[in-house]
C-alpha cells in the first residue's frame, strides 16, 4: 500500500517515537538488546515484563517475500529469547498482497495478533479531569514501580510476578518518563505515563485494575501525566499506540488516528 509522501512521513516519526520510548525504558537493563538492522529494530529488555521486550518491523514497504522474511526472523528471535515480548508491523507499510500474506503468516507460524491504532497530536497542555477521591502519586522508587507492573499485569492478563522484572531502571523512572498512579482512596486503580523523546511525548503503557474500568480513571490520570511531562518541557505533542479498546478514550483525549498495526507474538 502506497502512501501519499506526507502521511508516510507522519508514521515514520510516529514509528521512531515509538522506538525510541522503548530504547530509554530497556537500556537501563543489564542484559538489553538494541539494535537496529535492515527492516527490524530490536527494543529488548531482556526481562520477565512482555511489554519491555519488543520488534518492530522499519523498513517504509514490505512485499510478500520480504514480510515473510522479517516476521520469520523476528519470531525466531522472539523463540530463542527465554522472556516473552512482542512484534509491530505497520499496515501501511504493506502491500496489498503483503497484508494477505501476513493473515496466512499468522496461521503458520502459530501466532498470536492484536490490531492497534497509531494515534498522534499536538494538544497539550489538556484540561485535567477532577474525580472526587482521586489522587496521584508519582512513580519514583521501587514500591511504585512495583504497583506500576502489577495494574498493567492485572489489566492484561499477566502473571503478576513478571512485574517484579521491572524494578532496576531508576534511570528511566527519574530522567525521561513522568509516570503516575491513581488512587482511590489507598487503592491503586489506574496508571499512565509520558516518555520524553525528542519532539514529542508518548504515552505509555496505560492500564486500569480490571473492577475500576469504566469510571474515567484512566482518562483522568492520562491528562494528568501528559500535562506533568507538558509542564516540564514545553512539548505540545503527544503520541501513542492504542488497543481498540482504548482509542475512543484517545480519541476523546484529541488525539488522531496515524495508521494500524498488528502486534504479534508466539502463540505458545
Known amino acids: 500500500m502506497t502512501e501519499e509522501p506526507e502521511t508516510a512521513s507522519q508514521i515514520a516519526l510516529l514509528n521512531q517515537e515509538f522506538l525510541t520510548s522503548w530504547e530509554l525504558c530497556a537500556s537501563p537493563f543489564p542484559e ?3 539494535l537496529d538492522r535492515p527492516g527490524i529494530a530490536t527494543r529488548w529488555a531482556n526481562i520477565d515484563f512482555r511489554f519491555y521486550n519488543a520488534l518492530c518491523l522499519t523498513a517504509e514497504l514490505y512485499d510478500e517475500e520480504t514480510l515473510t522474511q522479517s516476521v520469520a526472523e523476528g519470531i525466531a528471535f522472539m523463540r530463542a529469547r527465554p522472556y516473552p515480548g512482542w512484534m509491530v508491523v505497520t499496515q501501511e507499510s504493506l502491500t496489498d ?3 494477505n500474506v501476513l493473515t496466512g503468516l499468522i496461521d503458520s507460524m502459530r501466532l498470536a495478533s492484536m490490531p492497534a491504532t497509531g494515534m498522534a497530536g499536538d494538544i497539550l497542555p ?8 482521586l489522587r496521584f502519586a508519582r512513580i519514583s522508587d521501587d514500591d511504585s514501580v512495583t504497583t506500576f507492573a502489577e495494574l498493567n499485569c492485572l489489566a492484561y492478563g499477566f502473571p503478576l510476578e513478571a512485574g517484579q522484572s521491572v524494578i532496576g531502571a531508576d534511570i528511566f523512572w527519574r530522567e525521561h518518563a513522568y509516570g503516575f498512579i491513581a488512587y482511590e482512596g489507598e487503592l491503586p486503580v489506574a496508571t499512565a505515563t509520558g516518555i520524553v523523546c525528542g519532539t514529542s511525548i508518548f504515552l505509555f503503557l496505560v ?15 492520562i491528562r494528568h501525566a501528559l500535562n506533568a511531562a507538558y509542564a516540564a518541557t514545553g512539548i ?7 488497543t481498540d ?3 475512543p478514550v484517545y480519541r476523546r483525549i484529541g488525539y488522531l488516528d496515524i495508521c494500524r498495526y498488528t502486534c504479534l507474538w508466539p502463540a505458545t
Do not use: C
Open 32 to 34: 538489553a538488546e538494541l
Open 97 to 99: 498482497a503483503a497484508q
Open 245 to 247: 479498546a482504548g482509542r
Open 207 to 221: 492500564a486500569t485494575r480490571p473492577e475500576a474500568q469504566r469510571k474515567g480513571y484512566a482518562d483522568a490520570v
Open 126 to 133: 489538556l484540561k485535567e479531569k477532577v474525580i472526587p477521591n
Open 236 to 242: 505540545r505533542r503527544t503520541s501513542l499506540q492504542a
